[in-house]
């Protein structure tokens, strides 16, 4: 609905409205949205929502930022959110997390029709058929994808990129984000958000974890009842059981095994370890891996296992302060084909990246060189 033919009371209102519902949406208190906005006090908010006091324009963008969405939303009527499906749901702010997951995949969307790329998501379906939800079928669903998305031996080194730029998955790191994992899938939308504070080898398996999901969502929905939105148990243990196939192909970790086992002439911890970073995972999937194929027995997994508890935060974090970006190497890649065809300005890009205008100077006077052979 647009606002031609509407009096400026009319529009007061529906803005009026609009905040109101979307601050609820989010479980916002009053208090809490004129800290974000800026505006003041709780009373304020209420006279806003109340349609008792105008919104200039720059509040009108600031209302829209700490609402996660767009000023034009808030004064026609807000996108309603896409289903987030969770893995460890956080116990509050909830709603937050999924309209911020929600404002990356839109943003993302815009960027791509900018660059006038705009890639139909091309992921399969995975069903069981008339095969029961089994490990084994889940082993050879993994293996099956991985040599349809052609990850070789080393799936770990090269998911993420195939995701991106074969099959339309938009994928995004946030360091604030309280859960594990989420992923959403719509008509022809794939998308995954994962938690920087995670280290990467873990980062790895929360990814091929979601696109579990994301392969049998049609099959094996999450569970929408009372807007819970997470996984049960048994699908949760097959998407555990896919991602450790998936990025631990069974003959070539036998082999690698097999070669380290007979040149150290023992298993232990570093060992694991080192296969362990070879391949991109824990070392505590690795060790799973090794027990399910048979390479170790329950007792000495479990004694590795302890053993590894004790001294895998301090080793795994060592390399994980570096900051990563929210946003995917695809999308980076578009917003600098946009911004080369003249589509979007320097100032909208440092938007869009969460950084000042200043900040963002070198680096595009970097893409332009780029673009220009220098």
Known sequence: ?????????????????????????LKLSQARLGQETGVGSSQTISQIEKG?????AYELFNFAKALYCTPSELLNEVAQDLIVAWRNKPDSDVEIQEAKFGDLIRTYNLVEQWADEISTASLPSLHSGNKSLSFDWVEQEADSMRKYMELGNYPALSLEKVLEERFAVKIFYLPDFKGSAASVRGEQEYAIVLNTSEVHSRR?????????????????????????NIWGEKIEQLADKFASCLLLPAEHIRERTRQLVQRKNTVSLRAIAEIAEEYDVSRQAMLWRLHYLGLLTRSKTE?????????????????????????PMRFM?????????GEVGAGRVAEILG?????????ITQWEAEDCGG
């Open 52 to 56: 008792e006091r105008d919104l200039k």
């Open 355 to 363: 950084k000042p205008l200043y900040e963002m100077r070198e680096e």
């Open 1 to 25: 609905m647009q606002n031609e033919g509407y009096s400026i009371d009319q529009v007061r209102m529906r803005l009026a409205t609009n905040i109101r519902n979307r601050r609820l949406q």
């Open 333 to 341: 890649r578009l917003l600098k084909l946009a911004y080369l065809q």
């Open 204 to 228: 790895n398996f929360s990814l091929a974890h979601e696109l579990f999901h994301l392969l049998t969502w049609d099959s094996l929905a999450p569970n929408a009842e009372d807007t819970i």
């Open 303 to 327: 004694e590795l296992l302890e053993e590894c508890a004790k001294v895998s935060v301090r080793r795994e974090n060592i390399a994980e302060n570096t900051e990563k970006s929210a946003f």
